[in-house]
C-alpha cells in the first residue's frame, strides 16, 4: 500500500521535533562552549529540552488537535508502575552507595579474611563469580566500589596484576538482569509482560548471566 509509506503532517512534524532532539543533545559536546546558545542548553540539560519540546508539540495544532495529547498518551502509553518504582528504589541505591550507611565496609569486612586464604586466581574467580551474582541484588555501583577496593589492596600482596582484575570485576558487576531489582533496564524488561513471560525472563536471564561471567573469568581475565 503506498498510501501507508506517505508521511502524514503529524508524522513529518514529530520526525523534525526528533532531529531537533537529536541536535539539543549534540550541540553541547560539539559546538563552541562559547556560544550562548550552547551555555543555554547546557544549563536546561536534557530533561529541560525534552519539557520544552514537549511543550511546543502540545501546543502545535493540526486540524484543530495537538499534534501530541499528552493526556491520552500519560494515561496509555506510559508505564507508572515502573515510574514509581524508579522513584522508590533510586534514593536507595544512593543510601547503600554512601559510607554512611556502612554497607561497603560491611561486606568487606566479611569477604576480606574469605579471598586471602585463596590462592591468586581463585580469588580473581570467586570474586567475579560473586560481583556477578550479588550485583542481581544489590546496587551496581555498590558492589563495582566494593571489588575496586578489595582488588586494590589484596591484589599487589598476591602477585595479581590489578588492572586487568579490576577490568574483569567491572564486566561481572554489570552483568545485572537476571532479577527484577537487579537494574532499571531489568524492571522495564520484567514488567514488559506483553512480549515476554517472567519465567522465560528468569530463566534466559540466568542463562546469559552465567554465559558472560564463564567469558569474564576466562577471556575477560586472559
Do not use: H
Not at 561486606?107 to 550485583?135: C, H, N, Q
Not at 545485572?176 to 512480549?195: E, G, Q, R
Amino acid at each position: 500500500d503506498q498510501d501507508a509509506l506517505k508521511l502524514r503532517t503529524v508524522q513529518k512534524i514529530a520526525l523534525i521535533f526528533l532531529g531537533v532532539f537529536i541536535f539539543f543533545m549534540l550541540a553541547p559536546s560539539v559546538l563552541p562552549k562559547s556560544w550562548m546558545f550552547v551555555q543555554v542548553l547546557d544549563k536546561l540539560g536534557n530533561s529541560g529540552c525534552t519539557i520544552i519540546l514537549l511543550v511546543l508539540l502540545c501546543l502545535i495544532k493540526v486540524d484543530g488537535k495537538p499534534v501530541l495529547n499528552f493526556r491520552k498518551v500519560a494515561a496509555s502509553s506510559i508505564n507508572w508502575e515502573i515510574i514509581f518504582a524508579f522513584a522508590f528504589i533510586i534514593p536507595f541505591a544512593s543510601a547503600l552507595t554512601s559510607d554512611a550507611t556502612g554497607v561497603k565496609a560491611g561486606i568487606m569486612l566479611i569477604l576480606k579474611p574469605i579471598l586471602t586464604a585463596l590462592p591468586p586466581f581463585g580469588v580473581v574467580l570467586v570474586s567475579l563469580i560473586l560481583a556477578a551474582i550479588l550485583t542481581n541484588f544489590a546496587n551496581n555501583v555498590v558492589i563495582e566500589v566494593i571489588f575496586t577496593t578489595l582488588m586494590v589492596s589484596l591484589a599487589p600482596a598476591l602477585g595479581i596484576p590489578v588492572v586487568p582484575a579490576i577490568m574483569a570485576v567491572l564486566i561481572a558487576a554489570n552483568l545485572s538482569f537476571a532479577t527484577p531489582v537487579a537494574s532499571p533496564i531489568a524492571a522495564l524488561m520484567f514488567s514488559n509482560k506483553l512480549w515476554m513471560k517472567t519465567a522465560d525472563m528468569y530463566k534466559y536471564g540466568v542463562i546469559t548471566l552465567v554465559c558472560l561471567a564463564a567469558y569474564a573469568v576466562t577471556v575477560g581475565w586472559l
